[in-house]
């Protein structure tokens, strides 16, 4: 399953006994945060109610591709960035990594987007994460617990590409990110370091819709070897998931008024 688009297809399915935390003012801190259990089973009778087949749902082992479009935009700068990503899962590990083109005849761009050391390990048993991020030219090795992205269901149910999905929304800084997710694969896992969902996150959106990642294929036939989960992790400064969005806030506010966008 590819396409040069993503289709999500929406529809609100909402019973007495179903309760979804609405979207509320990133400002009022007394809203509920999204409740993984409880998500769990909305996304199992949404499902049913869509008539998908049940024998999809669940699964635990697999391989995820997608594509990342990101139009950046300055003052008197602009360039699309496009990468592709791949999470080669099971029950106890998940491995995020760059795919690098085979081809790439584009010299101009900036070396930091012709070859990513990024990559991204999550743990979905005990929440934990084993991250090598660069940012700003700097290699970061986060490792432990991350910090928890404070997701808020929107109650949107629909159809992401064949997949059943759900809407959440997040707030980092100035920015707020949405995402679909689905319960088809149960796992808290995402691209890039994208995840804290009760289900796989098959599309989302950030700075204001110029930053789209999409997922391109799901291969749930596909048997994960073990020197899939095999990492060599750059050498970087060792850091803390909590201040490491910290500066990544701070510093990206600093751009935004250095430069616009």
Not at 15 to 21: G, R
Not at 29 to 53: E, M, P, R, V, Y
Not at 137 to 149: C, E, H, V, W, Y
Not at 171 to 189: H, M, Q, R, Y
Request: aromatic share 12%.
């Amino acid at each position: 399953m590819s396409s040069n688009h993503t289709t999500i297809l929406t529809t609100e399915i909402m019973e007495n006994h179903i309760q979804i935390t609405p979207l509320q003012n990133a400002n009022q801190t007394q809203s509920k945060f999204i409740s993984l259990d409880k998500s769990l089973k909305q996304a199992l009778l949404f499902i049913i109610l869509l008539g998908f087949n049940l024998s999809s749902f669940g699964q635990t082992q697999g391989k995820i591709t997608y594509k990342e479009v990101w139009e950046r935009k300055f003052r008197n700068w602009s360039f699309t960035e496009e990468h592709t990503w791949e999470i080669i899962f099971n029950d106890t590990i998940a491995v995020c990594r760059w795919i690098k083109p085979k081809e790439d005849n584009n010299e101009q761009r900036p070396r930091w987007m012709r070859d990513l050391t990024d990559v991204y390990v999550t743990y979905p048993q005990n929440n934990e994460v084993h991250d090598a991020v660069n940012f700003m030219q700097r290699n970061f090795i986060l490792k432990g617990s991350p910090a928890t992205m404070k997701w808020r269901m929107t109650g949107k149910q629909g159809m992401v590409e064949s997949y059943p999905a759900m809407e959440a929304r997040s707030i980092e800084g100035k920015d707020t990110i949405l995402a679909w997710f689905t319960p088809v694969v149960p796992l808290s896992i995402g691209p890039r370091e994208f995840r804290g969902l009760p289900g796989a996150i098959i599309y989302l959106e950030q700075d204001a819709g110029r930053r789209k990642i999409t997922i391109e294929n799901l291969d749930l036939q596909y048997v994960p070897k073990e020197s899939d989960f095999k990492v060599d992790f750059p050498k970087g400064e060792k850091s803390s998931y909590e201040d490491f969005i910290k500066l990544r806030i701070e510093k990206t506010a600093e751009l935004r008024e250095m430069y616009g966008g």
